[in-house]
T-cell receptor, first 113, second 112 residues
């Protein structure tokens, strides 16, 4: 069955360290998204991609970067982790054909100390 | 004004009652509307999508869309304790390169 996975599921890191969160989907979807979810804010879009070599900034992109070298993966990198980036991160994908329904990964809980 | 607004709740209903969840959006050109359910500690999952004015029914769930009033709602009939979750409203301008905007969600609690 097609799926979308994230790793690690939990991560504790220190301020200033570089952190990469992995996202892998086997839906063969063109569109991939990274969100963060914080209490009271719902899901906020960090970065998104509509295909290989395409990346775009979302509403809260400062301090984050992504790259899309293949269809299946969209890793999210925190260049220099800050305590304000403590959050739950969700990756999602969609086919982008007709309905734009998004399928979410299980999430990564990141704590920056 | 937030692009997609929901009452944060919690909305508490007794088992067997109808739960009514509401959402308003600001972008008049929005074309696609979604309701996602998110259990505590889990990821969002799609339960309903609606694209045209009126009602759309799927089992115990009914989505209602009124584009003139920029309003979308979700009704859950015969509410069960297993329906207790946060419900996220999401809105998209359409396909082909537009982002989906999520509301902050409404927490629903169904009392047994």
């Amino acid at each position: 069955d097609a799926e979308i996975t994230q790793s690690p599921r939990h991560k504790i890191t220190e301020t200033g360290r570089q952190v990469t969160l992995a996202c892998h989907q086997t839906w063969n979807h063109n569109n991939m998204f990274w969100y963060r979810q914080d209490l009271g804010h719902g899901l906020r879009l960090i970065h998104y991609s509509y295909g290989v070599q395409d990346t775009n900034k979302g509403e809260v992109s400062d301090g984050y970067s992504v790259s899309r070298s293949n269809t299946e993966d969209l890793p999210l990198t925190l260049e220099s982790a800050a305590s304000s980036q403590t959050s739950v991160y969700f990756c999602a994908s969609s086919s982008g054909q007709g309905t734009d329904t998004q399928y979410f990964g299980p999430g990564t809980r990141l704590t920056v100390l | 004004q937030k692009e997609v607004e929901q009452n944060s709740g919690p909305l508490s209903v007794p088992e067997g009652a109808i739960a009514s969840l509401n959402c308003t959006y600001s972008d008049r050109v929005s074309q696609s509307f979604f309701w996602y359910r998110q259990y505590s500690g889990k990821s969002p999952e799609l339960i309903m999508s609606i694209y045209s004015n009126g009602d759309k029914e799927d089992g115990r769930f009914t989505a209602q869309l009124n584009k003139a009033s920029q309003y979308v709602s979700l009704l859950i009939r015969d509410s069960q304790p297993s329906d207790s979750a946060t419900y996220l409203c999401a809105v998209n301008r359409g396909t082909g390169g537009f982002k989906t905007i999520f509301g902050a969600g409404t927490r629903l609690f169904v009392k047994a």
